[in-house]
């Protein structure tokens, strides 16, 4: 699934090929090693519907509207084509932060006779 998930990006960001056409989708699926029956009838049946509108939902519920968009920490979005120094910056902060939230609780530890801080 992620060497098609990968493939459909890497199709209609980098060569501009639509994910709205099932002929697309089916070649790219195929191009990323599924079997086309396969590609075919995912297509055809309503298994993913309901994770894609899960998707949806929690994109909606945090405020996105748009793709691409990357969510970092459910507190970062960086959204639409950004440089390398945007994705770096808030992979910093979020490695900072996540230290931080470390360090807080370093040396803490709890056992069947109680906690020691």
Request: charged share 25%; hydrophobic share 40%; with cysteine.
């Amino acid at each position: 699934a992620d060497a098609v998930e990968e493939r459909f990006y890497h199709g209609s960001i980098t060569e501009g090929r639509s994910l709205f056409d099932r002929q697309q989708l089916v070649a790219m699926a195929v191009e990323a090693g599924m079997e086309k029956a396969d590609a075919e009838a995912a297509l055809e049946n309503d298994d993913f519907r309901a994770t894609v509108s899960d998707d949806e939902a929690h994109a909606q519920s945090i405020g996105l509207s748009g793709v691409p968009v990357f969510v970092m920490n459910e507190k970062y979005a960086i959204s639409g084509a950004q440089g390398a120094d945007n994705f770096l910056n808030a992979l910093r902060q979020v490695w900072d932060e996540q230290q931080t939230e470390f360090s807080a609780t370093a040396g803490q530890t709890c056992g069947t006779d109680g906690c020691s801080i």
